[in-house]
């Protein structure tokens, strides 16, 4: 939460958040799924905008839930790089405003942000507005990137498995280049699943970020901070 504050968006948080219920609807409890979604629905209240990092809940509320309620759900859901993106767009965020990042990063598109969402540019779009930073493309990327691992219930039920796929994305389908400092991407599983194929050393040596991660790493600090 360090990012929105220091670009002055005004937002609030749940108090205690609970899951969007994905998980449930893979795993075919769509009755649970549908309770979950109502409790959701009825805690957030009324708003206009729902921003969400997570591009399961991004999902879940878009494609989902209007299906298992039978109802548009009453306030817009957006991913956070829309939102980031938007923030260009208004000029609330500038490439002026950050500070030189002299790495080289690889995005990996998440599969639910991605194949599921459509979601491609406005990530990238974020990365290329950042001084410095050299994006490296790998040779599956997009509609084509292979998946993280880490979807699909697959790192509930098989963890080792799920890392193993992580360490082969990287090492037989991306074939990160040596000089390459991090991956980038916009999914907290990814993350999660990326990190501990790292951590098991099945995977290359690279830092595993978050696009707010890095955003916030190039935001200037304003004077008299």
């Given at each position: 939460?360090?990012?929105?504050?220091?670009?002055?968006?005004?937002?609030?948080?749940?108090?205690?958040?609970?899951?969007?219920?994905?998980?449930?609807?893979?795993?075919?409890?769509?009755?649970?799924?549908?309770?979950?979604?109502?409790?959701?629905?009825?805690?957030?209240?009324?708003?206009?905008?729902?921003?969400?990092?997570?591009?399961?809940?991004?999902?879940?509320?878009?494609?989902?839930?209007?299906?298992?309620?039978?109802?548009?759900?009453?306030?817009?859901?957006?991913?956070?790089?829309?939102?980031?993106?938007?923030?260009?767009?208004?000029?609330?965020?500038?490439?002026?405003?950050?500070?030189?990042?002299?790495?080289?990063?690889?995005?990996?598109?998440?599969?639910?942000?991605?194949?599921?969402?459509?979601?491609?540019?406005?990530?990238?779009?974020?990365?290329?507005?950042?001084?410095g930073l050299n994006l490296y493309e790998p040779r599956f990327?997009?509609?084509?990137?292979?998946?993280?691992?880490?979807?699909?219930?697959?790192?509930?039920?098989?963890?080792?498995?799920?890392?193993l796929v992580a360490a082969r994305k990287l090492l037989d389908?991306?074939?990160?280049?040596?000089?390459?400092?991090?991956?980038?991407?916009?999914?907290?599983?990814?993350?999660?699943?990326?990190?501990?194929?790292?951590?098991?050393?099945?995977?290359?040596?690279?830092?595993?970020?978050?696009?707010?991660?890095?955003?916030?790493?190039?935001?200037?600090?304003?004077?008299?901070?």
């Amino acid at each position: 939460m360090a990012l929105l504050p220091r670009l002055r968006v005004n937002f609030r948080l749940l108090e205690k958040e609970d899951c969007c219920g994905l998980p449930l609807i893979f795993a075919g409890y769509l009755d649970e799924a549908s309770e979950q979604a109502r409790k959701n629905l009825d805690k957030i209240g009324e708003v206009e905008q729902v921003v969400t990092p997570c591009p399961a809940c991004y999902r879940a509320f878009n494609h989902f839930y209007p299906s298992l309620l039978h109802l548009d759900i009453p306030f817009r859901v957006v991913h956070l790089t829309q939102f980031l993106s938007s923030l260009l767009d208004k000029g609330v965020l500038r490439s002026s405003g950050l500070k030189p990042l002299k790495v080289k990063v690889m995005y990996h598109d998440p599969c639910e942000l991605g194949r599921h969402s459509k979601i491609y540019e406005e990530p990238r779009r974020i990365l290329k507005a950042i001084p410095g930073l050299n994006l490296y493309e790998p040779r599956f990327t997009r509609e084509r990137a292979a998946c993280c691992g880490g979807g699909g219930l697959l790192y509930a039920y098989f963890p080792t498995l799920s890392s193993l796929v992580a360490a082969r994305k990287l090492l037989d389908e991306d074939r990160v280049p040596r000089d390459l400092e991090a991956v980038v991407t916009a999914c907290p599983q990814c993350i999660i699943n990326l990190r501990q194929a790292w951590f098991e050393g099945e995977a290359p040596s690279v830092k595993i970020w978050d696009i707010a991660q890095v955003l916030n790493m190039a935001l200037r600090e304003e004077k008299g901070q």
